[in-house]
C-alpha cells in the first residue's frame, strides 16, 4: 500500500473565463473542481497505475467531506485528521482571450500543536500497513519546518521507505531526518548545497553531496532532457522520447507516483527511474493535473532510454 501525505489539502476551482477583467464582473464560461494539493496529485495517478492507495492530512468542514468524496472515483481511500475549521479552496482563472492565468491561493485553516500529535498518532498507525510512503508540498499555518522531519523520523523508524518532495525551510530541516528520496529542483539543489549548478556535471555533484547527508535517492528533473538520479547504486539519467506536451502541471507529482509504485513493486533502480518517467510523460499528454492514461504510460515505457553515467 501507498500512504500519501496531503497536510495542506485544498479545493482546485478553474475558472475559464473570456477577458478577465479587475473590477468587474466577470462571467465564468467553464469551471471544474477538483481536490488539490501535491500530495493528493500522487495519490491519484498512483492509484490509476493500479496501486493500493491511502490518502491522509488534515482536511475540515463541509469542504473536507467534499475533498473525500472527490477522490472516491479514483479508488483513493480516505484516512485524513479532520478538524472543525473549512479546508481551504485554490481558485485558477485562466483567461482564454488572454492566455493568461491567474490564482487566488487561500491560507486555510491553523492547526495547532494538539492537533498534530492528534495526527501523528494517526499516521503512525497507517505507516504500519503502508510499504511506501509519500509527503508533499507545504503546511498549514501552525506547523513549522520540523512537521515534515518529524514525520520522516516516524516512517524510518518503521522501517518503511519515504519520498519527501517539499521546498524551502521544510525540505532543508526534513532532509536532516534522512527521507528515502526527495525530488529537488535546480533552485532546491542550489539552497540545499550552495553550489551553482551551471551544468550537468554541477548538478550532479550537489546531488552526490546531499546522497552522502543520507539521502539514499536524489532525482533531479532536466525538463524536457529526462531526469538524472545518484543512488548507492551509480548514477543514471532517464531520457523520454518526444512528445506532444499539453500540460505539464503535476507532471513532477506524477512522477513520486511512479517512483513510489516502482520502491513497492522491488523493482531494480533503473526499471522505477523508467516507470517514474513514463508515467510523467503521460501526465504531461492530459489536460487534467494528476491524471494520465495507462495506454499512454505503456506505450511510451519502452522508449525511455535509462543511461548508467557512471
Not at 185 to 207: F, H, P, S, V, Y
Not at 235 to 258: H, R
Not at 273 to 294: C, Y
Amino acid at each position: 500500500m501507498i500512504l500519501t501525505v496531503t497536510l495542506n489539502a485544498a479545493i482546485d476551482k478553474r475558472y475559464v473565463v473570456e477577458g478577465f477583467q479587475i473590477g468587474e464582473v466577470n462571467r465564468v464560461k467553464e469551471c471544474a473542481y477538483t481536490p488539490g494539493g501535491k500530495g493528493l496529485n500522487v495519490s491519484k495517478p498512483a492509484a490509476i497505475a493500479g496501486a493500493e492507495v491511502v490518502a491522509t492530512g488534515f482536511v475540515g468542514g463541509h469542504a473536507g467531506d467534499y475533498i473525500e468524496d472527490s477522490l472516491s472515483p479514483f479508488h483513493v481511500k480516505s484516512a485524513f485528521y479532520h478538524l472543525e475549521a473549512e479546508s481551504r479552496s485554490c481558485i485558477n482563472i485562466w483567461d482564454e482571450v488572454n492566455k493568461v492565468q491567474t490564482e487566488f491561493l487561500e491560507p486555510g485553516f491553523t492547526v495547532t500543536k494538539e492537533d498534530f500529535w492528534g495526527f501523528q498518532e494517526k499516521f503512525e498507525k497507517l505507516v504500519q500497513n503502508a510499504d511506501v510512503v509519500t509527503m508533499s508540498g507545504s503546511v498549514p499555518k501552525g506547523l513549522d519546518g520540523n512537521a515534515y522531519q518529524e514525520l520522516v523520523g516516524i516512517v524510518k523508524n518503521a522501517g518503511k521507505k519515504v519520498i519527501l518532495d517539499t521546498s524551502g525551510n521544510l525540505l532543508e530541516m526534513g532532509i536532516e531526518a534522512c527521507p528515502t528520496m526527495i525530488k529537488p529542483n535546480i533552485d532546491e539543489i542550489r539552497m540545499l548545497t550552495g553550489k551553482t549548478c551551471d551544468n550537468m556535471e554541477d548538478m550532479i555533484e550537489a546531488a552526490k553531496e546531499i546522497h552522502r547527508r543520507g539521502v539514499e535517492v536524489v532525482a533531479v528533473s532536466l525538463g524536457g532532457e529526462g531526469s538524472f538520479l545518484v543512488c548507492d547504486e551509480g548514477i543514471y539519467q532517464a531520457k523520454v522520447p518526444k512528445i506532444n506536451a499539453v500540460n505539464t502541471v503535476g507532471c513532477g507529482d506524477s512522477m513520486i507516483a511512479g517512483f513510489a509504485i516502482g520502491f513497492s513493486e522491488g523493482l531494480p533502480i533503473e526499471e522505477v527511474l523508467r516507470k517514474a518517467s513514463a508515467i510523467s510523460a503521460a501526465a504531461a499528454l492530459r489536460e487534467e493535473t494528476g491524471f494520465f492514461v495507462k495506454q499512454d504510460m505503456e506505450s511510451i515505457l519502452p522508449d525511455v532510454q535509462i543511461i548508467k553515467l557512471r
